[in-house]
């Protein structure tokens, strides 16, 4: 017990863990749980995104959605190797869940995790029904994912920390590339209605991706050193960002 003090003591005051073997077991939980919900986001974001790659309207968007899925699979690789040095199987992880797998459109989720054993963040659960609505869930979802991972990126387990270091540059041109198809599409005569349209649906999924504000394992996570600031800062940050970019729009 006074080990475990000592340790959650040196986390507080900053300090890092670089093994699992040094890592307590509701530590190694947490930690789980967090690299989990990313690896498992990723996964199913690159499966739902290569369903619509031959709907891009030429060879440079679809060589861009290529692109973002090849990407985010290695993303989630990259981690989930790091998890397997906790005792994940890797191979009967990959397979077990199917990816494509989602909901109706019309169904709403909520902030209520729906696990059964997959992890992935509730957005990956709806469906994408158009080449305009992959572009709008990529560029909302792409910047909440760059705010997400630049506050995971300093967590206390250095390994994951160093992966997120070098995952988010690549997230964040995901956001960019999104961005751009965006003002594409703003291009198109008769097409920001749709836009807005598609938007509005994407907010609330993609904001309840920030957790409830009330989190009660925020604190712990905190004291652990896998988290800094509140659910609630990192969707006021999001939050600011879409409404700058809708006014961009028009």
């Not at 993303?75 to 797998?101: N, S, T």
């Not at 469906?127 to 709008?136: E, G, I, N, Y």
């Not at 896998?226 to 409404?243: P, S």
Request: include cysteine; hydrophobic fraction near 45%; glycine fraction near 10%.
């Amino acid at each position: 017990m006074s080990d475990d003090i000592s340790l959650l003591d040196y986390l507080e005051r900053g300090g890092r863990i670089a093994s699992p073997d040094n890592a307590p077991a509701r530590y190694r939980a947490e930690l789980m749980r967090i690299m989990a919900s990313f690896v498992d986001s990723e996964l199913a974001g690159a499966a739902g995104f290569a369903d619509l790659i031959n709907e891009g309207p030429g060879v440079v968007e679809r060589i861009v959605a290529a692109r973002i899925v090849l990407e985010k699979l290695g993303h989630g690789e990259r981690v989930l190797k790091i998890m397997g040095e906790f005792g994940a199987d890797q191979g009967r992880y990959f397979a077990a869940h199917p990816w494509c797998a989602r909901i109706e459109r019309n169904e709403d989720l909520g902030a209520e995790r729906r696990v059964a054993g997959d992890m992935r963040l509730n957005v990956f659960h709806y469906p994408l029904k158009s080449w305009a609505d992959a572009v709008v869930m990529n560029t909302l979802m792409g910047k909440a994912t760059v705010i997400q991972l630049t506050e995971l990126s300093y967590c206390s387990y250095q390994p994951l920390a160093d992966a997120f270091l070098e995952i988010l540059p690549r997230e964040e041109r995901h956001a960019d590339l999104g961005r751009e198809g965006l003002d594409r599409l703003v291009e198109q005569e008769g097409a920001a209605g749709d836009i807005r349209a598609l938007a509005e649906y994407w907010r609330p999924r993609v904001a309840a991706s920030f957790g409830g504000a009330d989190s009660q394992r925020f604190d712990l996570l905190k004291r652990f050193g896998l988290r800094r600031e509140k659910n609630e800062a990192l969707l006021a940050e999001w939050t600011g960002w879409l409404d700058e970019l809708l006014a961009s729009l028009g």
